[in-house]
């Protein structure tokens, strides 16, 4: 399986959050994860982290809507410190992908299309956590080779996913596009 650990990550991790919801950051408690399907099913329950200012990139590329979701007037920057010793997936590129998830699923030949099965994607995500994984780095490269061809469509730009909020350390920042 394709891995890094937290420490080889490098760059610029920044995580915005409206202002309206600064005080449920820390109230997302899940007593049992397998009883929670997310609402997106290509996109698990974590705690979504830009990685070189990939997401306020994309925002401000698309859109009046999409740039108030970075906007410090209505939401709150702050820079993310990721726990040392954390084994994220890193997808690179489409191969990254399928070599994971054929271990999953050795019985998808070829292509992984998009997916719309709730249940198979809330599974998969439970069984790269119970693989050992802490979370999901997602390259610009990665992102292009693999958005029409699997279910990571609609990770828009490079980011990393973390499983649990634990694994982070937040700091309100002023943000700055570097």
Not at 65 to 87: A, F, M, Q, R
Not at 108 to 135: A, H, R, V
Request: hydrophobic fraction near 35%; include cysteine.
């Amino acid at each position: 399986m394709t891995s890094i650990q937290s420490e080889q990550i490098k760059g610029k991790l920044t995580r915005w959050v409206d202002n309206d919801l600064i005080n449920a950051i820390d109230t997302l408690e899940e007593d049992d994860k397998s009883k929670h399907i997310p609402m997106l099913p290509n996109k698990p329950i974590g705690v979504w982290i830009s990685w070189d200012n990939g997401w306020e990139e994309w925002c401000n590329n698309n859109g009046e809507h999409t740039s108030e979701w970075v906007n410090p007037k209505t939401h709150t920057c702050y820079d993310i410190t990721l726990k040392k010793g954390l084994k994220l997936w890193l997808i690179d590129s489409h191969q990254d992908f399928l070599k994971v998830w054929h271990n999953y699923d050795p019985s998808t030949q070829g292509n992984m299309m998009i997916m719309s099965d709730k249940k198979k994607l809330s599974d998969f995500w439970l069984w790269l956590e119970g693989q050992g994984y802490d979370g999901i780095a997602l390259t610009e490269k990665g992102q292009w080779e693999t958005r029409m061809t699997t279910f990571l469509y609609g990770w828009d730009c490079q980011c990393i996913l973390i499983f649990e909020k634990d694994n982070i350390t937040m700091e309100e920042t002023k943000w700055r596009l570097e």
